[in-house]
């Protein structure tokens, strides 16, 4: 069995499951419920694990290029930061570490934007926004399916592209 070992995340994979059953199979015999709540419910973790595993993978990437968490009510960082400790215990944070950061970061946005336009949109919405499978199908006009294909097409070309520059994600 999948566990999403996180409680909001269950309460909602079973709030979603509930609304499923509800919408979908309210003709059913009731009997028929339990084995059809276990099932949807199945997918539904199965997806938030998916979508977590996917949204985790390009989130350790961002952390990795700096961008991850920044507020903007914080103030702007000290100088004297970037100096480079005589044991390199904040080499991650010098003038040449940002740049390749940087470089990084252009190149991954170079590759999102050539993506179609379909897979980009998918990616964009599902793993940066956030947005559920729904959401995502609502409002690019397709199915559900349809935003999974874009979403695991879109991941698989960004992987590929990076991998061929020498880049693991």
């Not at 309460?11 to 059809?36: F, H, I, N």
């Not at 470089?103 to 926004?129: G, H, K, N, S, T």
Request: net charge negative; with cysteine.
């Amino acid at each position: 069995m999948y566990a999403l070992r996180d409680e909001e995340a269950a309460l909602d994979a079973v709030q979603e499951a509930m609304t499923k059953l509800c919408v979908r199979y309210a003709s059913r015999p009731a009997g028929e419920w339990p084995m059809l709540f276990q099932r949807i419910l199945q997918n539904v973790t199965r997806d938030a694990l998916r979508r977590r595993k996917v949204r985790d993978t390009w989130i350790v990437l961002w952390s990795k290029l700096g961008l991850g968490g920044d507020d903007p009510h914080e103030d702007a960082p000290d100088p004297l930061d970037a100096l480079v400790a005589a044991d390199d215990c904040n080499e991650d944070e010098s003038p040449h570490r940002r740049a390749e950061q940087a470089q990084l970061l252009a190149i991954l946005e170079r590759e999102i934007a050539r993506l179609p336009q379909r897979q980009r949109e998918a990616f964009l919405m599902r793993y940066w926004e956030e947005l559920d499978t729904a959401e995502t199908a609502a409002a690019m006009g397709c199915s559900e399916g349809s935003v999974k294909t874009h979403c695991s097409r879109a991941t698989r070309t960004l992987a590929d592209a990076l991998r061929a520059r020498g880049i693991e994600p």
